[in-house]
């Protein structure tokens, strides 16, 4: 968070206005609240990814999303449903072949990547505030050309996407066999909302159909292109829900796990 | 009809100041209407440019209360009773005089952008286009050029020394409606957005967005579609082991 | 004034001097620069906020899209009805026939209309025309049109500069006015004027100019037109030499908004009634089928039931009468609110909302839900707009030659609102965009030939100099206010000379405008030259008061009712005045207004079969259009002329 003073807004031959700039209202709020928010769920989500415990319930196959897939050969093994190969180590996540892709995902992200340029790195914090940073290159360099692998971590996203749609189902059980309970609920809609967030993807709209001229030659991919065009409209909001449903779900089965408390079933 | 008090920057390139006045605002008026009836009464030769006062031609731009804004669109009720109104010109582009400001670098830059190029085998009349087909680039078309998206952005604004490698928003919605016009006969749009106009100094923090009077969703549908669409052909890791395991030579052709 | 070069005057010459950037002067400089000339054009404001970008409802042109039955010369029978056959009929025809091939054009330069489910252009029904015929953009074709013409010039500067060829081969010089036009031998030679951000002077010589100014809403106070609206080209014809026409007939749009104080005038599209609106009193009924003139009745519906069918199915229904031509909807509700029947802030209701979806109205007026929304926190949606007459247009200006935009003066050319002839009395909404391509072109064309044959003209230093006391004049002066003299201006004409005249009172403008004349020519700046407004206006107050008098008396001298002029104490068309044409010119040396009575030209007979007898008789004296009459060459039987019937219509 470096400052300047030299500010080219303000002098000849540009207006010469001392002011840095002149807005009002509450511009602050924004970026304060993003900052408060990614923080607290980062220091949540580094706290449980190495945590390695009371991530799997065995009695209804309940599995956190930040577990899976469980790849450790510290992973309960039912709880590995692809197979157990990495080395059992306190500073390897459980779920270290998926983890740095879906961080790498939303890091890119044009939504989070809007959000943070302006909280954390005030370029700029709002709109006519003047940039933190005398200079500025934008994305046109290393290391951030790099956000332009945004599409490659967008095919992985989806592949783990599908793995915790796996994870959700498998958790319809109960030592009887089939089972429901709040969890699933909670399971399911994390699900459910994390399809929401990866589908509306800028880079998804893209692939879809945005990158045809002709949508009236694709009548099918333009329908794919519209729908992930309606989710991308609230992408912010998927952003910021997913966030808290994956702190939520990973919460509740922490909590069930560890004992705390039952988890209320609906069927067995 | 109430008292306000309207504080207005006046000078040029030299220096100026803001110079204040108290004037009447009546129901249903707009900043434009309460600038005007100070030029009719008080100072008849405060600079400002306008044209038609319905938020159709882009000619009004200035900062209202620090936020780039069309004057003629800015209703007065939308400010408190007793809060005073500061007007400065748009603070990215030199200044002329008062609210005016010279903004011949966006008409510089789209002396840059390569035009339309027609469809070598369609004559005139012979053009068919679905309506599906036109609607993204129509929406660019909207644009009124009050060019606040490239007053508000911090690429040219806050680093002038951007200036000649970046074209602005508005010159990448232009990229875009030709690239996603339906019988553009030019294939390098992409490169040139990438190369000429400086679209990866975008960090697409979407105030050119939140400022457009036409509400044109410049970044989520032309800045980032352009994005995408030259990563497609720079940066798609599977792209480009498509094109190592086809032997392909050339991206596949978005169609 | 720190710097020096601020009185340096800047000298610039060019074949082709284009004055006006809307859509006319655009189209015009395309033509003349394609056509190998060195081109200069002026923008009174900024390249591409012209008057053409308020133009909403579309571009008609008989491409026959939407219903096939449609061509040019239904299109041409559509806009001298309109005019009530006051219109110069070449003009007309060529308008008719040309239409659809400019518009075709445009799609090359990159245009993109919306479209029909074969992939054609669009078109939209409007007030007089026949078949659905305006090629659109939801409504904001104007802009469109004004943003591919102004790409289009950047493509060949672009090809220009690809060429070798230098940049003032195609110049668009913006924030400039032009005061003064330049003369010998009674041919123009060039044009004075001024950049309004520094206020530095510049001559241009030019052995051809075409004038593309525009209108004179600005002279009223309700208007729908923008501050550039100053009858400057009228003025510049007028001083030139040139003479101009019908200049009494001035369009009052039917729906301009009327509430709040602040934003009366603006317009509101008339593509809200072609796509299902409809006009309402203050007690909620219909009237406009009280308002059905008899020359209206074949194609208007005289029930709702017949007028809501026709949108569905228009080859077996009469049109909706809110889609009568512009002059009789504006008196219509002129008429209404005068009865007592208008709405709380003195419009009627506009009403979208109850008869078509949100998302219908908001795809196929986004700009009008926008304008309500923003302007006057009404959603049209669900809500009626209030609406009343505005200022909108003038019909009459520069008489020009046809075929070849000529002006009387020699190199002197007009395209556009400030030329004449074209939509005789009252214009028909969507010919405007496609009369400025159609005639904006031959201008063009025309211009650049005759330029080819001149010699490169030189303007003298005295005639510099004079340009320039005129232009500073108010700075030396010691009277009022430019901002009080307009209002004052707006006041006379807005009283006295708007929708509905009278002799007595048009009397009392002459002498109004009389008394404001000395008024005018005191009229006083204060400041420096730099983007001084105040000045600015105080040099076009003596354009829009010459205009405001042209009107004035040719309103006086037409004592009946015909479209855009609408006489209470001369109600009616009357025969005789058809075939008259009111003309203005300046008399040499003191500068008086002077007018005269022309003939209309009269239609050849190939056209006037277009025609049913039947019709013609409601316009004009027999021996007009009898086929057995003199005045008219027989032609081979194509229809009965067994009508003797002169009755004039009684509006």
């Known amino acids: 968070m470096t400052a300047t003073d030299r500010t080219d807004v303000s002098s000849p031959p540009r207006a010469a206005i001392r002011a840095r700039h002149l807005r009002t209202d509450a511009w602050r709020r924004g970026p304060i609240l993003t900052v408060v928010g990614i923080t607290v769920w980062v220091a949540y989500a580094t706290f449980r990814v190495f945590y390695q415990g009371d ?127 709040l969890g699933n609920v909670v399971l399911v809609a994390n699900v459910v909302l994390l399809w929401c967030y990866t589908l509306g993807c800028h880079s998804c709209r893209h692939v879809m159909g945005g990158r045809l001229k002709h949508f009236s030659k694709h009548p099918f991919r333009y329908r794919l292109w519209t729908l992930s065009s309606a989710l991308n409209a609230r992408h912010m909001m998927w952003a910021w829900i997913t966030l808290a449903s994956l702190a939520l779900a990973d919460a509740y089965v922490m909590a069930v796990a560890a004992g705390w408390f039952d988890d209320p079933r609906f069927i067995n | 009809m109430s008292a306000r008090t309207f504080r207005v920057w006046r000078g040029d390139a030299e220096g100026g100041d803001f110079a204040e006045f108290d004037v009447e605002v009546n ?37 209202v209360n620090g936020r780039p804004r069309l004057m003629c669109m800015t209703r007065m009720n939308v400010f408190e009773e007793d ?13 002329v005089r008062d609210l005016v400001t010279d903004v011949s670098f966006n008409y510089e830059k789209s002396r840059r952008m390569p035009a339309f190029a027609p469809p070598k085998d369609l004559r005139p009349g012979e053009y068919r286009m679905q309506q599906v087909d036109v609607e993204r680039s129509q929406e660019f078309r909207k644009c009124i050029e009050c060019f606040l998206c490239q007053n508000t952005c911090h690429v040219v604004r806050d680093h002038d020394e951007n200036k000649p490698e970046f074209a602005g928003p508005r010159l990448f919605i232009r990229a875009a409606e030709l690239d996603m016009h339906p019988l553009d006969a030019r294939s390098d749009r992409r490169e040139w957005a990438q190369d000429d106009q400086g679209l990866g100094y975008c960090n697409i923090t979407k105030c050119c967005s939140d400022v457009c009077p036409e509400n044109i969703k410049i970044t989520d549908n032309a800045i980032i579609p352009m994005k995408e669409r030259v990563a497609g052909e720079r940066y798609d890791p599977l792209v480009w082991l498509g094109r190592k395991i086809f032997r392909k030579d050339k991206a596949p052709k978005s169609e | 004034m720190s710097d020096n070069t601020i009185n340096d005057v800047e000298h610039l010459a060019c074949d082709v001097l284009v004055i006006g950037a809307g859509g006319a002067g655009l189209r015009a400089a395309v033509e003349a620069r394609l056509a190998g000339k060195s081109v200069i054009v002026i923008s009174k404001s900024l390249f591409g906020k012209a008057h053409t970008v308020m133009a909403e409802g ?44 400019r518009i075709w054009e445009l799609e090359t330069y990159g245009a993109l209309f919306d479209r029909t489910a074969d992939g ?122 040139a003479r101009l026409i019908n200049m009494e007939f001035i369009q009052f749009h039917p729906t301009g908004m009327v509430w709040p104080p602040s934003v009366r005038g603006i317009l509101v599209t008339e593509s809200v009634r072609g796509d299902g609106g409809v006009l309402k009193n203050a007690n909620g009924e219909r009237f406009m089928f009280d308002y059905i003139p008899e020359v209206f009745k074949a194609q208007y519906a005289d029930n ?223 400041g420096g030259r730099a983007y001084n407004p105040g000045w600015h206006l105080a040099l076009d107050l003596r354009n829009m008061y010459l205009c405001s008098v042209t009107t004035a008396m040719a309103a006086l001298e037409r004592d009946e009712s015909r479209g855009g002029h609408t006489r209470e104490d001369a109600p009616g068309m009357n025969p005789e005045w058809r075939k008259t044409n009111l003309v203005v010119s300046l008399e040499e040396g003191a500068g008086e207004v002077r007018l005269t009575r022309q003939p209309v030209p009269q239609m050849p007979p ?34 009965p002329a067994d009508t003797d019937s002169t009755e004039a219509e009684e509006a």
């Open chain 1, 55 to 181: 991530y799997w319930v065995a009695d209804y196959h309940y599995l956190t999303p930040f577990y899976s897939p469980c790849i450790s050969e510290g992973c309960v093994p039912e709880s590995a449903h692809f197979g157990r190969f990495l080395p059992d180590h306190p500073l390897l996540p459980y779920a270290a072949l998926s983890l740095p892709f879906l961080l790498a995902f939303r890091f890119t992200c044009y939504y989070y990547r809007k959000a943070y340029y302006r909280s954390f790195w005030l370029s700029p914090p709002a709109c006519a505030v003047p940039d933190g940073h005398a200079r500025y290159t934008g994305e046109t360099r290393f290391p951030l050309i790099g956000q332009n692998l945004h599409r490659y971590f967008f095919y992985i996203a989806a592949l783990i996407a599908l793995v915790n749609t796996y994870d959700a189902i498998l958790a319809f059980h109960s030592p009887e066999g089939f089972g429901f309970g």
């Open chain 2, 27 to 63: 129901e249903g008026e707009v900043v434009l209407d309460v600038v005007h009836r100070i030029q009719a009464e008080q100072a008849p030769d405060l600079a400002v440019r306008w044209n038609c006062k319905a938020g159709k031609c882009g000619s009004c731009s200035a900062e």
């Open chain 2, 83 to 95: 809060e005073p109104v500061t007007i400065t010109p748009l603070r990215t582009f030199p200044v």
């Open chain 3, 58 to 101: 579309g571009a008609a042109a008989a491409m026959g899209n939407a219903n096939a039955n449609d061509n040019w010369q239904v299109h041409f029978r559509d806009t001298m009805r309109g005019g009530k056959f006051l219109n110069n009929y070449r003009m007309a025809e060529l308008h008719a026939q040309e239409a659809p091939a």
């Open chain 3, 120 to 241: 054609r252009i669009s078109q939209r029904n409007f007030g007089g025309h026949e078949y659905p015929r305006l090629a659109h953009v939801g409504d904001r074709t104007g802009l469109e049109l004004i943003r591919t013409l102004q790409q289009k010039l950047v493509s060949l500067q672009q090809d220009d500069e690809a060429a070798g060829e230098p940049e003032s081969k195609l110049q668009v010089i913006d924030e400039t006015t032009i005061t003064e036009l330049f003369t010998d031998g009674g041919a123009v030679k060039g044009a004075f004027g001024y950049r309004r951000s520094t206020g530095r002077f510049m001559a241009i010589a030019a052995p051809a100019i075409v004038l593309a100014t525009g209108g004179i809403g600005r002279s009223f106070k309700v208007t729908s037109n923008s501050w550039e609206y100053t009858g400057d080209g009228h003025a510049l014809a007028l001083r030139a030499g």
């Open chain 3, 304 to 526: 709702p039931e017949e007028a809501d069918r026709w949108y569905t199915d228009p080859d077996a229904n009469r049109r909706p009468p809110e889609l009568l031509p512009r002059d009789e909807v504006a008196r219509a509700i002129n008429s209404e609110v005068k009865a007592g029947r208008g709405t709380e802030h003195g419009g009627v209701y506009l009403d979208i909302a109850s008869r078509r979806s949100a998302d219908y109205i908001k795809s196929r007026l986004p700009s009008m839900h926008h304008q309500f929304k923003e302007l006057a926190d009404v959603d049209i949606t669900a809500a009626p707009m209030e609406v009343g007459p505005t200022c909108h247009y003038i019909m009459g200006g520069i008489e020009v030659e046809a075929d070849t935009a000529a002006s009387a003066v020699p190199g002197l050319y007009a395209a556009g609102e400030v030329s004449g002839g074209m939509h005789g009395s009252n214009r028909l909404g969507g010919n405007s965009l496609s009369d400025l391509l159609v005639f904006g072109k031959r201008a063009g064309e025309y211009a650049a030939a005759h330029a080819a044959a001149a010699e490169p003209p030189k303007l003298a230093d005295e005639e510099i100099e004079t340009a320039i006391q005129n232009a500073l004049r108010p700075f030396g002066n010691d009277g009022e206010n430019p901002y009080e003299l307009q209002n004052a201006l707006q006041a006379v004409n807005g009283r006295l000379v708007g929708i509905i005249r009278k002799a007595d009172e048009l009397e009392e403008a002459l002498t109004e405008l009389a008394a404001l004349r000395p008024r005018i020519e005191n009229v006083t700046a204060v």
């Open chain 3, 606 to 639: 190939e056209l006037l079969d277009l025609f049913d007898p039947t019709e013609l008789s409601k316009y004009m004296t027999p021996e007009e259009y009898r086929r057995d009459s003199p005045a008219g060459t027989p032609s081979a039987g194509t229809g």
